[in-house]
């Protein structure tokens, strides 16, 4: 067999894999699918690359079953980051019916090479809170960057920002938002020229649960003033215990959240130097300035916390339980304030005018109970057993006692 025929048979070995590879695809094959329901943070943005890599590897598409009322835009960005520059074919299907594409989701949707929505479904609604103009040019460039990336019209993509806008399924494919109207996987799977096609679910794993909770603003603010708060109680109080150890966890859990999210920075600032305030008024003595001083910098630390553009970060709730935390944190303040003004009382000092009752009679010698114990006491009047003594001094083990005065 001469080389031009070995040539030819192996150029129709490679030919013919490839229709078998096409036809296995027809017959069954796989692709990969995720779910995605509820807001968009770095737990999500977690799971979206991993699996979006999986899909790369396995040379498959992925189809992303979206379903989100918004969410952080660090996280949000990442997300479309990666899927602008995916070696894999990305559907966005926002589907159950009833399902939102808003905000953060209408971003992604519109990074997608495939974008699907199912009946009775809604895309848009990404116009930044508050509204300011910078914020606001920033997020229209990017929302129509996005769209000239993947040849769909940037216009009415600047209406999702600009007007709020939102649209259902008809009015998204009639302006070329979506490549069509979806309400099954298989509907889907024709339109990848894969009818035939497995649809494989991926699970979101342990790290991007966890992950989804650290990085949620509420769980990160109530970390961070949980965190100060144990710190500051155990620096108040001997030893190394549970406050402790509980509030350095809790504080660095909480600094790595707030790396996640996008805070205005001198808010948390302000609520640093409240607590270290209200750290300062326990050792300080006067009228309580240091701890009203900072009790106001926390709440106005608070008021100031929100930044992302669609998260309300301090929610009611999660400002109600905040200022519940800095209540009982002043209350705790107080209590060691109060019992640092004490006076130290040990050994000696601790038994002088301790009430006790004579067990036996006292004269000059007897035996008295004091603080359930029984002493050696000696007495210069003449006491009976029964009598109620009170303890004026201690010499060695013996106690000095007298006769409690009467009332």
């Known amino acids: 067999m001469d080389q031009r025929t070995l040539m030819l048979v192996a150029l129709l070995a490679i030919l013919g894999s490839s229709v078998l590879a096409s036809a296995e695809l027809e017959r069954g094959g796989f692709v990969y699918a995720i779910e995605v329901r509820g807001t968009i943070d770095a737990g999500v943005a977690n799971f979206m690359e991993k699996s979006i890599a999986k899909a790369e590897r396995d040379g498959v598409a992925l189809i992303i079953k979206l379903n989100t009322p918004g969410g952080l835009v660090s996280a949000t960005k990442d997300i479309v980051d990666r899927m602008l520059n995916a070696k894999t074919t990305i559907v966005v299907w926002v589907t159950p019916d009833g399902a939102w594409a808003y905000s953060a989701g209408a971003y992604i949707a519109l990074a997608s090479n495939v974008a699907a929505m199912d009946n009775g479904t809604v895309i848009g609604a990404a116009q930044p809170q508050p509204a300011d103009n910078k914020t606001v040019e920033a997020m229209v460039g990017w929302i129509r960057e996005i769209a000239e990336h993947r040849g769909r019209p940037p216009e009415v993509a600047e209406d999702f920002v600009l007007k709020n806008r939102t649209m259902g399924p008809l009015e998204a494919l009639d302006h070329g938002i979506i490549n069509l109207i979806a309400s099954s996987g298989g509907e889907v799977l024709n339109y990848l020229g894969s009818p035939g096609a497995e649809i494989k679910m991926i699970e979101m794993g342990l790290f991007s649960k966890a992950l989804r909770i650290l990085s949620d603003p509420q769980v990160v603010l109530i970390l961070f003033i949980a965190g100060l708060l144990g710190i500051i109680v155990e620096v108040t109080t001997p030893g190394v215990g549970v406050p402790g150890i509980a509030g350095v966890i809790c504080m660095l859990l909480a600094l790595w959240g707030l790396g996640i999210l996008e805070v205005n920075y001198a808010a948390v600032a302000l609520i640093v130097l409240g607590a270290v ?106 006491i009976r057993k029964g009598e109620e003594v009170l303890v004026k001094d201690v010499k060695g083990i013996e106690l000095v006692v007298g006769r409690r005065p009467k009332a």
Do not use: N, Y
């Not at 300035?289 to 910098?297: E, K, L, N, R």
């Not at 905040?322 to 944190?329: K, Q």
């Not at 038994?351 to 000059?364: C, H, L």
């Open 277 to 382: 305030l209200l750290a300062v008024e326990i050792f300080t003595p006067g009228f309580g300035a240091f701890g009203v001083g900072g009790i106001i910098a926390l709440i106005l630390g608070l008021a100031m916390v929100d930044k992302e553009p669609w998260v309300e970060i301090a929610s009611d709730i999660a400002k109600g339980m905040l200022l519940g935390l800095i209540a009982i944190f002043a209350v705790i303040l107080a209590i060691v304030r109060r019992s640092l003004k004490k006076p130290i009382r040990v050994g000696r000092e601790a038994m002088i005018g301790e009430v006790g009752v004579a067990e036996t009679a006292v004269d000059p010698k007897g035996l008295v109970k004091v603080r359930g114990e029984l002493w050696t006491a000696t007495s210069k009047e003449r």
